[in-house]
């Protein structure tokens, strides 16, 4: 007969919802209300603003990320012309394939790195027109000469300095990055 009572015990146990043992005190919503007005009471201009900080970092960390990826590929392409051409001035003969090679990848850095300056210029007048950016846009202001520096420099032969002069931009970035809050 214990068993019995036992095993019903333990069946009205199992049976009982498990709501009735969970806490009875019910949350206030008040917490909720005031928060909702706390947003609501700021101005216009302050989420603009907000909006145009978050804007303004979400755009300048995809210029790095463009930026550290483009350097990757220069580093790596940039190595390989100049040892092609470290190879032909030692064997001394510049067969017409190798050099026609060279000027394609030469001009295929140039183009690219063309295209890197415009986003940076994109970026820069981004900085200058967006409104509540303007302090933000004196760190940001001058990467676009940076990386038409560098352009210089790869067309005249100067690829390793150019990609330095990149980390240059990419440093500066990173620094402005860091400032926009």
Request: hydrophobic share 40%; aromatic share 4%.
């Amino acid at each position: 007969m214990r068993k019995i009572y036992g095993a019903f015990a333990l069946a009205c146990l199992l049976l009982l919802p498990s709501t009735d043992f969970a806490q009875t005190r019910q949350r206030r919503t008040s917490t909720n209300r005031r928060r909702s007005s706390r947003q609501s009471a700021q101005s216009p201009t302050a989420n603009t603003a907000s909006n145009n900080l978050s804007e303004a970092r979400t755009r300048v960390s995809d210029q790095i990320k463009i930026l550290t990826r483009f350097l990757y590929l220069f580093g790596r392409v940039s190595n390989s012309i100049e040892t092609a051409e470290a190879d032909a001035r030692r064997s001394g003969a510049n067969s017409p394939e190798v050099v026609a090679t060279q000027e394609r990848s030469k001009t295929a850095l140039r183009e690219n790195l063309a295209g890197v300056r415009q986003g940076l210029e994109n970026l820069e007048n981004y900085f200058r027109a967006a409104p509540g950016l303007g302090i933000h846009s004196l760190r940001v202001a001058g990467v676009a000469g940076i990386a038409a520096q560098a352009e210089t420099q790869a067309a005249t032969g100067q690829l390793d300095q150019a990609g330095r002069t990149l980390l240059d931009a990419v440093n500066r970035l990173t620094d402005a990055l860091r400032e926009i809050r």
